[in-house]
């Protein structure tokens, strides 16, 4: 059954929500965290090249041959983020600089490789636009938000781009801020429990 | 033997168009990434050195070549007057090259400051010398003229307890830059002219 | 009547010797408060605060998460009462609630539940928690700091943080003999020495902790220690004092005998107490913590299932 | 003490028996002496694949308080020396080897057969563990069967004998049957007869949650009704009260190491119960010994979370087995 545009774009926000119901991109989503501003960049740089790779994969598909597909997605994929690279140094040199090696990473999220084999290939321009898209948007979200979680719980504010903080320490004066969180070993117990909490709510 | 052929068409013209598209974005990005180094990397250093310019050193810097190396030069004008200049030297510190920015005045030939831009140096203990201003503000107001060293080896500067090399490496830099400046100095006076207007 | 009579039907063996996990529970904890009643004496009113906040929160996380994942209520064995009152022994007297109840929450909720309960966690819950708070919230888990308040005979300093700025010297300022009585600051239940040293050999005896752990464990420390103390006898202290100090006894008794998380063969369970010992020293001397004990028992937990292929042949598998 | 139910003799004289008693051989000892006291198997002496090398009489008793097969060392001797005689003859084997505990070595002696000893304490009397300990033959894992050796018990043994020299079957199996306040008796009970006679004859009464075990307390089997019969290795009889029964649960493994330690057989337990709760059978015969256990029951005994890992042992290997002969039949 063909699912329209919207359908498509929507699938991402939550029934392929990547992170947490497919359980793919978990490096990045692990590694840049620590606050939501890193998340939010990470997840729209990721989104940019995902909507990119996947409109130019959809475009050239049928001229792809299909055993060397996945050296040509990558030559894509790299083209892009090498473009978001760039794009980022000139234009948020800080936040290049906090999510760091992540940003060439994006090569390798499997979100990336997965969209591109499992949907643009097979599927026409419009389609691979809602669904490079939805999925990057939903990235997005919740990376910004177990970003967000983290640095409530590991610093006691939220800050983002410099303003629209929330400070827990506000509304609980005696809060201590739990610097775990922000740790390493914070994110997978983070991540562990959010997707405990996703499956829990279910479909 | 068709879909060989075809394999290596698409893929060279691929790769071909991927390049081109890459050259062109970072030709057009090029001059705003140097900009943003620039100023997030050494505008801190600069800042505190030439803190109270009339003018933004980073837009107003010139390049001079020393040796093989080219150097950025920063201007700071105080008083109506282009006289001040920073620039960045490298010492071998304990975890890689530390970069020290030294300003000096060009009428008085003083330091003016000195700051530690980029190290790799151990969390609270070499990079104390980033973080806490008391072992960079030492510098300020030595001459040009007399080499500087840290107090072990007979100089005048006090180092970080617990963190010798470091503090070597920031002297070192800081003398590389005494010396540069004093080569340089004809040459950046010819330049610190077109600031100055 | 033969017709009506309803006979058990079960399956062999029809004897069992008795043992159970709540009777194996009830006996640590038993066991534990021969070292917990002299540091609540010490300590005053907070401590017993601190244990009975521990204990009761412990329990209401195993009822909470036994509720949410709609599984047999399993507070009956004893083991969320164990989690508690081990943490409740690392802890120092003046931990605040709050602490307390996201401790227990690691432990039980994190450090045990998740893994699927009593049996499957990979780390000694109560460890894993302590490490967590401990990196989170140093400033209230310096003994130095938090124990300010109080007034005593002896010298109110952690002894581990004066043997590692100090050196051994700092360290042979403290006799042995007050550490053994518990004369020292520190946890709740994890300064008194002669309760836990009772309270161990009371265990290793009813065989509820293998005292192959526990002894390799002191032998480690003792070993590493002396190590230590005969490289450079100036910087490190001898191993007197590493055996009486911080989480030593409570590490080697009551930690790192717990089952899930250690191996069940003779080479095996020597090899992961001796580990254990030598990495606190390592980590007391050269390492940038100050007590490693906690450290060292996470390792070795992590070693556990490695070790546990150091394993004697079954019967008819080859030779 | 001998239970006589049926107030007559029940040692029948079967007639097509008398006849072959004359030459006795392997293939006659099949089709009469299969149903024998002690219960003894010729199915070995005709797998063509594993040859029977030895023949080996225990002596001993491989449960708890089961004391059957000593008491015909101890006060048969005479009849156990006969019996192996005339097994060694019909097998062609020159000698049987007969394993007692250490207390009885001197009364053996007199066998004439080639003397082993074991320890007295449990399991040592296992079959498999003689094999592997006393005889030192063991071989691949396999089970007691497919060694090349053929176990008989020493009261199989005697009855054999009897068989022959009389030309009558004997039934009377000899039973220690322990009552409720754990009293030891041993008693001659003709086999067939039901629970109920024996109870009758020792006024022992049952009420609803008690357990009658046929076998002793670590192998054994629990019966539901009294009317079970006394089988040909029916060795021991208990009937516990309701309130001697511990109660056995499901939870987890807590890896005590308990059952690892008393383990005869050397398997890690602890490992392998996990695979076995989680019905994954091939993964624990494949990699965790899971046919290596002799079945002893120590590992449940010893459980602090009191797990049927003794059940679970058997329903694996049994799942296995049906498995595989359903695999068989298709093939």
């Known amino acids: ?203 | 033997m068709n879909e060989m052929v075809k394999m290596v068409v698409v893929l060279t013209v691929l790769s071909a168009a991927a390049g081109g598209v890459l050259a062109a974005v970072n030709k057009g990005t090029a001059s705003q990434i140097k900009d943003q180094q620039l100023r997030f990397v050494k505008g801190p250093a600069i800042e505190t050195i030439l803190a109270g310019s009339s003018i933004n050193p980073i837009e107003n810097r010139f390049e001079i070549k020393e040796g093989d190396a080219e150097k950025s030069i920063f201007v700071g004008k105080f008083d109506g007057k282009a006289n001040t200049i920073a620039f960045e030297e490298f010492g071998k510190g304990f975890g890689g090259d530390i970069g020290v920015m030294v300003g000096v005045n060009m009428d008085t030939d003083k330091l003016v400051g000195t700051a530690v831009t980029v190290h790799s140096e151990t969390p609270g203990m070499g990079a104390r010398a980033k973080d806490d201003p008391s072992f960079v503000s030492q510098f300020k107001g030595l001459p040009v003229a007399n080499p500087v060293s840290v107090t072990k080896d007979g100089g005048q500067i006090t180092a970080i307890s617990g963190a010798t090399i470091t503090s070597r490496a920031v002297c070192a830099a800081v003398d590389k830059a005494m010396q540069a400046y004093q080569k340089m100095k004809p040459e950046l006076q010819q330049e610190i002219k077109k600031v100055g207007k | 009547m033969h017709s009506t009579l309803k006979l058990t039907v079960s399956h062999a063996p029809f004897w069992h010797n008795g043992s159970s996990i709540s009777s194996k529970s009830r006996n640590i904890l038993l066991a534990s408060l021969l070292a917990v009643i002299p540091g609540c004496y010490q300590y005053g009113f907070p401590a017993v605060g601190v244990v009975t906040m521990s204990i009761a929160s412990a329990i209401l996380w195993e009822l909470l998460i036994n509720f949410i994942s709609r599984r047999p209520i399993s507070v009956g064995d004893g083991n969320a009462a164990l989690i508690g009152m081990m943490l409740a022994m690392m802890m120092p007297a003046t931990t605040p609630w709050w602490a307390v109840v996201t401790g227990t929450f690691f432990a039980v909720v994190i450090g045990k539940e998740i893994f699927g309960g009593i049996g499957a966690n990979p780390f000694n819950p109560a460890v894993l928690a302590m490490t967590i708070l401990m990196l989170s919230w140093g400033a209230l888990f310096d003994f130095n700091a938090a124990l300010l308040n109080y007034s005593f005979d002896f010298k109110a300093v952690y002894p581990l943080v004066m043997s590692k700025s100090f050196g051994a010297s700092a360290a042979g300022s403290f006799s042995l003999m007050n550490l053994l009585q518990g004369k020292q600051i520190g946890g709740i239940g994890s300064t008194c020495g002669i309760g836990l040293i009772l309270g161990g050999v009371y265990l290793m005896i009813r065989g509820h902790i293998r005292w192959e752990i526990s002894i390799s464990f002191l032998v480690g420390i003792f070993a590493a220690a002396l190590g230590f103390n005969w490289l450079n006898p100036e910087l490190y202290a001898g191993p007197g004092f590493h055996l009486l100090t911080g989480y030593t006894l409570i590490g080697a008794f009551f930690l790192a005998t717990e089952d899930s998380s250690s191996p069940v063969n003779f080479i095996p369970m020597l090899l992961y107490g001796l580990f254990g010992g030598v990495l606190t020293v390592m980590v007391r001397n050269i390492g940038a913590h100050i007590d490693g004990v906690l450290y060292a028992i996470l390792i070795i937990n992590l070693v556990n299932p490695l070790l546990d292929k150091i394993r004697p042949k079954a019967i008819g598998k080859g030779v | 003490m001998t239970i006589d139910v049926d107030g007559e003799s029940a040692q029948t004289v079967d007639e097509s028996f008398k006849k072959v008693c004359q030459a006795p051989s392997l293939e006659n000892a099949r089709d009469f002496l299969a149903g024998l006291p002690g219960n003894p198997e010729f199915k070995v002496f005709f797998d063509t694949e594993k040859p029977v090398k030895a023949i080996v009489v225990l002596g001993v008793d491989d449960d708890l308080l089961s004391t059957t097969n000593q008491y015909f060392v101890k006060n048969n001797i005479i009849a156990v020396k006969t019996g192996i005689d005339l097994l060694c003859k019909i097998v062609g084997i020159s000698s049987a080897i007969l394993i007692v505990p250490q207390h009885l070595e001197q009364v053996a002696k007199s066998s004439g057969a080639i003397i082993k000893t074991v320890d007295s304490e449990y399991p040592s009397a296992q079959p498999e563990l003689i094999t592997r300990h006393i005889l030192e033959t063991y071989e691949d894992g396999q089970s007691k069967s497919k060694s090349g050796i053929a176990f008989f018990s020493a009261e199989a043994v005697c009855a054999i004998g009897a068989a022959y020299n009389t030309g009558k079957l004997p039934l009377e199996k000899t039973v220690t049957f322990v009552s409720k306040d754990g009293k030891k008796r041993l008693v001659s009970v003709p086999i067939g007869t039901p629970l109920q006679d024996i109870l009758n004859e020792f006024n022992e009464t049952l009420n609803d949650g008690d357990r009658v075990i046929y076998g002793g307390p670590m192998k054994g089997i629990s019966v539901f009704s009294t009317e079970y019969p006394v089988q040909p290795d029916t060795d021991i009889i208990i009937i516990q009260d309701k309130g001697q029964i511990t109660e056995r649960n499901d939870t987890a493994c807590i890896n005590c190491g308990e059952c690892v330690r008393v383990c005869p057989a050397n398997i890690q337990i602890n490992l392998l119960i996990r695979f076995l709760e989680a019905g994954q059978y091939e993964e624990a015969a494949d990699l965790y010994d899971l046919y290596s256990c002799i079945e002893c029951g120590f590992c449940s005994y010893v459980c602090e979370s009191r797990i049927p890992i003794f059940q679970h042992i058997r329903l694996a290997k049994h799942t296995l087995d049906s498995m595989k002969a359903a695999e068989d039949t298709n093939a």
Request: with cysteine; charged share 10%.
């Open chain 1, 1 to 203: 059954m063909p699912k329209t545009l919207v359908q498509e774009f929507t699938k991402g926000l939550w029934q392929e929500l990547p992170p947490f119901r497919l359980v793919l991109g978990l490096c990045p989503t692990l590694g840049v965290t620590t606050s939501m501003e890193n998340g939010l960049g990470m997840g729209i740089a990721t989104t940019f090249v995902l909507f990119g790779s996947n409109i130019l994969i959809s475009m050239l598909r049928s001229v792809i041959p299909s055993k060397v597909r996945i050296a040509c997605f990558i030559i894509i994929i790299a083209s892009f983020v090498t473009i978001v690279e760039l794009l980022m140094q000139a234009y948020t040199y800080p936040l290049y600089l906090k999510l760091g090696v992540f940003i060439p990473l994006i090569v390798v999220n499997c979100i990336l490789l997965g969209r591109a084999e499992a949907f643009a290939c097979k599927n026409n321009v419009s389609s691979s636009m809602a669904d490079g898209l939805g999925i990057g948007i939903g990235y997005t979200l919740a990376l910004g938000s177990l970003g967000a979680i983290r640095e409530l719980l590991g610093h006691g504010s939220v800050t983002v781009w410099g303003h629209l903080s929330y400070n827990l320490m506000s509304a609980f004066p005696s809060y201590h801020p739990f610097t775990f969180m922000v740790q390493a070993p914070g994110a997978f117990i983070c991540l562990g429990l959010m997707l405990c909490l996703i499956n829990a709510i279910g479909d």
